[in-house]
């Protein structure tokens, strides 16, 4: 859109004669005109004030062109014999710069003439690097490098030739651009090399203008064309003028072409616009001043000067072109830094509506994001959101229009100091019903989702930066938030009751709350629940209505989990299982809950609240069971607490808990808990043995599964107390029961009996035997724990006493004291020898050692016998004798075990335990004798070489040396040290040990 950057002013008119070049100089101009004459011209106002001071002088006061008229001040005549075609002054150097029938340098301001370079004379083009001092010109077909020295000195560098002759010239780095013929062209400066660049168009001649960046402007008919220092295309676009340019002058923000009509102005920021266009007949051509843009007509001059950035600025805020007042503001000056912020602020919130008005949402926000206002003023134009009560009010006086009118007056309307958390009340916005409809269309709401997400990153950052001061200030005793009597602290993301006491955190309170709404109202509910996730200030009591009435329950137990309230997620959690388990649930789900999610919730309370995970996993405890007590193990809940806490409230699953627990984790159960998982188990099944017993149904054959378990749970733990269980157990029922708790009193006869007489299960002894083997092998190593077959033994060979006498030996174990129950023993069965032709004894030859791994045998010896009257061989269990003797041979003393055995015994029956007893012996005695004469020629090697070791022999010649005293040894007597290379003098040998022994006795006395 056009507006006036350049103020279009006359200086001076009717000149004498043509006006060829014009140049400024401080507050000067400098023109030449065509009869060779040089018109110095200065402001009208320093004439009339009748200042006659020296042009240096002005100089220094002023550097740039008046806006004022201006009068000849001097002339020079015969400045140039011919046409001036271009001037420069060179203001580092206080050089004027003049291109006529040579180039030549000229002292300013007294114009002194310092230097002439006749090389230059024809030349029609040249361009000047202040930078380095070097000056390049063209002339016919030449291009010559010359370098300022200082004063009057110039020296020639390079001179290369070219094609034909350049139309046009510039410094573009270390290389010159030139405009020959129809092309482009770049000239290394060093070797002369030529690159081409492109052709420069059929219409107007080549044009190279040289931009402030070190780029080129290179004219192609009407298109200006971006290139770098070495040629290559910019993609920054291009620059169109209406007309094929004669020149083009740079100054900044704005290109200056002279057209064949007119003059036009174009911005220089992408798409490059048109900015103005200013009308003047017969222009010659077009200067760049100091200040302004100076326009040679044939016989006046007229200056362009920019309007004021400040002015500007408000002429395209005021005709909507947002994006050039924004450009202008970033040229403001560094010392006017407030008001370009303001301005910018301003513009950027002025452009906002503008774009949301028109349906630019997006683009709308990203300005808001840059004037930086509160969010409380962007949700004013969302009445439909909802947000909590809010004492931050955007302040309108922030907000004011360029021109200082308050065209923002709106920023405050829609908020107060009273916001109510109902829709209703929260925002006062009076539009139209199709305007709020459009406005909350889903558009609308995404760039609101982006323009809070781009604002979130701050605002909780300082949120959080602030509760970190005040959780600092807590621990030093310096608290910000006064808290009620005995009220406890919430945990660092509790914000339920916490008063918000700063603007950030208010903020962003404001923010969250407003943000998950637009992500739910969008449909991006992931996003949603991401937010809920991670740190947020979303408040509790407008969420939680949302998330209910919209179905989000995920993101409900999120916000419940963020803000610890824990209680209430979990009772929502265990709702929506139930009614995920429903035929006909009454909530409207989107996915399937399941019990496992309630333990994944309570693992991280285990550590914060482990009464609260104990009332919520009842619920999962007999739907999950294994998941549920992997919850306790690895949370670290006290087992006696859990098991206290079902005993108290789901009795039922007391047992099923402390199954799993053995199982998962053996040693993690403690003793008092494993007494009490048998308890348990021995309670049902005495309960189940009296209903069977009055139903005259018992059976000791009978097993349930909780009797199963009852026996696996005797056996497999140690835990319990069986003297307490034993005394539990009814007299004429549950045998193998009390034949296990014998066998952990280490009553091995008396369970051993039960086996035999009660159960009649000949296996089961036997495997009872090998347990309590196995267990005295890793017990006692140094000895064979072997006796236990024996008993056995002597329990099958003596069944009549046996069970005579086995129920009193049990009611007095059972009403004895517990401390009294390991001196109970069995009286040993004696077995009489007589009728045996002789003693089989040493028969495994190495020890006939009776073993006693309890106390549990009688202290008879093997070979005492029974009384007579008892005596037969009717009812003794001879063939169980026998097999036990066969399975076991390995693992029997075998001396003792024949000592029981009676005198009926056929050798016969023996053959398959004597058989591999024997050949055990046999080969055990080989094996020693092995070794034995092993030992005997290893001892014999060794003292062979013990002989020849002492064998050793030394020679002592005239030349031999006493080591100690570096003397002869001669015919003395001497030692030789083991390693049989050092010889020494005998005496000098015994003043050595003498020595050594001194001075231990020193070092002793000495300590």
């Known amino acids: ?63 740039e062109l008046k806006r004022e ?120 400066a060093t070797n002369g090399a030529l690159s081409e660049v492109f052709p420069s168009g059929r219409i107007a001649p080549p044009l190279v203008v040289s931009l402030p960046s070190g780029e080129l402007l290179l004219g192609k008919d009407n298109i200006g064309v971006l290139v770098d220092q070495n040629g290559k295309l910019l993609q920054e676009g291009r620059i169109c003028w209406s007309e094929a340019p004669v020149s083009v002058v740079i100054q900044k923000p704005y290109a200056t072409a002279l057209l064949p009509r007119h003059i036009e102005i174009r911005s220089l920021r992408v798409p490059y616009p ?53 450009a202008l503001c970033k040229l403001l000056p560094p010392e006017d830094s407030s008001l370009r912020a303001s301005k910018e602020q301003s513009i950027h919130i002025r452009y906002a509506h503008y774009l949301f008005e028109n349906g630019n949402y997006e683009e709308a926000m990203e300005h808001f994001v840059a004037s930086q206002v509160e969010i409380t003023y962007v949700l004013s134009l969302y009445p439909s959101i909802v947000i909590p009560k809010s004492s931050v009010v955007a302040e309108p006086n922030k907000f004011l229009d360029v021109t200082g009118e308050a065209y923002l007056s709106r920023a405050s309307s829609g908020l107060s100091d009273d916001m109510d958390s109902s829709p209703s009340h929260l925002l006062e916005y009076d539009e139209s019903s199709a305007l709020e409809s459009k406005k909350m269309s889903h558009n609308t709401l995404m760039a609101l989702v982006k323009f809070l997400q781009k604002k979130r990153n701050n605002i909780i950052g300082k949120a959080a930066a602030e509760r970190t001061e005040e ?73 939680e209505e949302i998330l209910q009435n919209g179905n989000h329950y995920v993101g409900l137990l999120e916000l419940y989990k963020c803000n610890s309230l824990h209680r209430e997620a979990l009772k929502l959690l265990h709702r929506l299982v139930e009614e995920s388990k429903s035929d006909e649930p009454k909530l409207e789900l989107t996915q399937k809950f399941k019990p496992e999610m309630i333990i994944e919730y309570l693992k991280p309370l285990c550590g914060i609240d482990p009464m609260l995970v104990l009332e919520f996993s009842m619920l999962v405890l007999e739907s999950c069971p294994t998941q549920t007590i992997e919850l306790f193990l690895s949370g670290n809940i006290s087992a006696d607490l859990v098991n206290s806490y079902l005993k108290q409230h789901a009795p039922s699953m007391q047992a099923t808990y402390l199954e799993l627990m053995l199982s998962m984790n053996e040693n993690g159960i403690s003793g008092n808990l494993q007494n009490e998982m048998v308890q348990i188990y021995l309670s049902e099944v005495l309960d189940w043995y009296a209903d069977l017993t009055a139903q005259k149904k018992w059976d000791e054959k009978t097993y349930t599964s909780t009797r199963k378990k009852l026996l696996s749970a005797l056996e497999g733990i140690s835990g319990y107390s069986p003297e307490v269980l034993l005394k539990r157990l009814p007299t004429n029922a549950l045998f193998e029961e009390r034949a296990i708790l014998l066998g952990k009193m280490n009553q091995h006869e008396l369970a051993l009996s039960i086996y035999v007489h009660k159960l009649h299960v000949p296996d089961l002894a036997l495997s009872y035997c090998d347990r309590v083997y196995e267990v005295g092998l890793h017990q006692q190593p140094a000895k064979v724990p072997g006796n236990i077959y024996l008993t056995l033994l002597q329990i099958y060979l003596n069944p009549h006493r046996t069970t005579k006498d086995i129920e009193k030996r049990i009611t007095n174990l059972v009403s004895s004291p517990p401390g009294s129950a390991s001196k109970v023993g069995w009286t040993s069965v004696k077995a009489k020898a007589r009728g045996l032709g002789k003693k089989i004894a040493d028969i495994e030859g190495a020890e006939d050692t009776r073993i006693s791994p ?41 001396a003792q075990a024949l000592k029981l055995l009676p005198k009926e015994t056929k050798l ?93 006795g020193s070092s002793l006395r000495r300590r």
């Open 274 to 326: 048109l900015i103005q266009t200013v009308v003047l007949r017969d222009v010659r051509r077009i200067h760049q001043g100091n200040n302004a843009v100076i326009v040679a007509l044939n016989n006046s001059i007229y200056g362009l000067f920019p309007v004021p950035l400040g002015a500007q600025i408000v002429q395209l805020t005021a005709s909507g072109n947002f994006e050039e007042a924004l």
């Open 471 to 543: 959780v600092v200030s807590d621990a030093v005793g310096h608290t910000f938030v006064s808290y009620e009597t005995g009220r406890s602290k919430r945990s660092s993301k509790g914000r339920v009751n916490i008063p918000l006491d700063s603007g950030a955190k208010e903020m962003a309170t404001i923010l969250d709350t407003a943000l998950l709404q637009a992500l739910l109202l969008t449909g991006q509910a992931a996003a949603a629940l991401d937010l809920l996730k991670g740190l947020n200030y979303c408040d509790v009591k407008i969420c």
């Open 1 to 63: 859109m056009v507006h006036s950057a350049y103020d279009s002013l006359q200086l001076f008119k009717d000149c004498p004669t043509k006006i060829d070049a014009v140049e400024s100089y401080g507050s000067n101009l400098l023109v030449a005109c065509a009869d060779g004459s040089l018109r110095i011209y200065g402001p009208e106002s320093f004439a009339s004030s009748g200042d006659r001071s020296p042009p240096s002088d002005r100089h220094s006061q002023t550097l």
């Open 854 to 894: 309890s106390g549990t045998d009688s202290g008879k010896s093997d070979g005492d016998a029974d009384d007579p009257s008892e005596e037969g061989t009717s009812n003794i269990m001879l063939d169980e004798v026998l097999d036990v003797l066969s399975q076991r041979w390995d693992r029997v003393n075998g």
């Open 908 to 1000: 016969q029956n023996l053959v398959p335990f004597l058989g591999p007893l024997l050949r055990k012996t046999s080969e055990a005695h080989r094996n020693f004798s092995v070794i034995k004469r092993l030992r005997e020629s290893q001892n014999l090697q060794t003292k062979d070489e013990l002989y020849s070791q002492r064998k050793r022999d030394v020679k002592i010649t005239a030349d031999s040396m006493c080591s100690l005293c570096n003397k002869k040894i001669g015919t003395s007597v001497f030692a030789v040290y083991p390693n049989g290379n050092t010889i020494v003098h005998f005496v000098c040998f015994r003043d050595s040990q003498n020595m050594k022994a001194t001075g231990k």
């Open 69 to 188: 008229p201006y009068v000849l001040e001097r002339t020079v005549n015969g400045f140039s014999r011919k046409p001036m075609l271009a001037m420069e002054v060179l203001g580092s150097r206080e050089l004027l710069l003049s291109l006529s029938e040579s180039i030549s340098f000229h002292k300013l301001p007294n114009l002194e003439t310092l230097a002439v370079i006749t090389k230059a004379k024809g030349a029609n083009a040249y361009s000047w690097d202040d930078r380095r001092g070097f000056l390049c010109f063209a002339r016919q077909k030449r291009v010559c490098i010359f370098r300022h020295e200082g004063g009057r000195g110039f020296v020639e560098v390079k001179e290369f030739g070219v094609p034909d002759t350049v139309k046009s010239m510039s410094w573009c780095g270390e290389n010159i651009c030139l405009g020959i013929r129809r092309d482009y062209t770049i000239l290394n």
